[in-house]
């Protein structure tokens, strides 16, 4: 089913974000340089949201009601979300000659940073700058460097927890992680033993009378015939065997040599 089906064109990513008891769905429609927003129902219409550049990856803090917005693929903007629903206070989170900006961009569980991938004096690495910082200040902080990766570029960063974030490469998908991430792991069901099946013991034979046999008369002898007896291989899953029963097996024993 088409949700928003009215003028996009090229959009690449979307966020949905509740505020004010309305449930909104943001995208960011690069082609016409514009974020949009729409309400999550049945019947819905868009609303433009901010105009001037092309975004890509949104990311919005519930505690500043800062979103945090990639903008001409080279820079992160923070743009105010409070009170009027189209923003007019926005600015450059980070100084450009020291950003070293390449893609991607994740805000923190904690939303006090913001993580990206970025190549500065030669090095790949993954960058973090601080998410809490003012309009004055933001514009000139530059990042600190997070960690140092030498695996290829970075498509995306996504967070899981406090103390972990997936690393998604073209080719790849990594976790990283500090010393108190312990993925939780789905136990492996136990397996239920098959039940050992009731053998019913061999009726006794009673033993028919050999009868009398008349004398045959003597024959001419016949060429000498041997017969070559194979051999067979007789397999049982162990669990289905009455091992703890002596007698019982005594008893498949014997059976199975007869029958062999």
């Known amino acids: 089913t088409s949700f928003i089906t009215e ?3 090229g959009p690449s990513y979307i966020k949905p974000y509740s505020r004010n008891g309305a449930h909104d769905l943001f995208v960011s429609d690069t082609g016409k340089s514009r974020i949009i927003f729409a309400p999550l129902q049945k019947k819905t219409f868009i609303t433009v949201f ?3 550049f092309q975004p890509d990856v949104l990311q919005i803090s519930e505690k500043s009601r800062l979103m945090f917005a990639i903008c ?3 820079k992160i903007l923070a743009i105010n979300m409070q009170g009027a629903t189209t923003p007019k206070d926005y600015w450059q989170v980070g100084n450009a000659d020291c950003m070293g900006y390449q893609s991607s961009l994740m805000l923190t569980t904690e939303e006090d940073k913001i993580l990206y991938y970025g190549i500065l004096n030669g090095t790949p690495s993954i960058m973090s ?7 004055t200040e933001a514009p000139r902080i530059c990042p600190d460097v997070l960690l140092r990766w030498p ?6 960063l996504v967070n899981i927890n406090k103390h972990a974030f997936y690393v998604v490469t073209a080719s790849n998908v990594y976790i990283v992680h500090d010393g108190s991430y312990h993925p939780t792991v789905t136990p492996t069901p136990p397996l239920t033993p098959t ?3 009731e053998v ?3 009726p006794t034979v009673t033993p028919t009378p050999t009868p009398e046999v008349t004398p045959t008369p003597p024959v001419t002898p ?4 041997t017969i070559h007896r194979g051999f067979a291989v007789a397999a049982f899953p162990a669990q289905s065997l009455p091992i703890e029963d002596p007698r019982l097996m005594h008893e498949l024993l014997s059976w199975l040599m007869k029958d062999v």
């Open 129 to 135: 700058l601080p998410a809490t910082k003012t309009k």
């Open 195 to 197: 039940p050992t099946p």
């Open 151 to 156: 695996h290829g570029p970075i498509v995306s």
């Open 72 to 74: 001409n693929s080279t």
């Open 200 to 202: 019913t013991p061999t």
């Open 7 to 9: 003028g996009l064109l």
């Open 222 to 225: 016949s060429p000498t015939i």
């Open 50 to 52: 901010i105009t001037g």
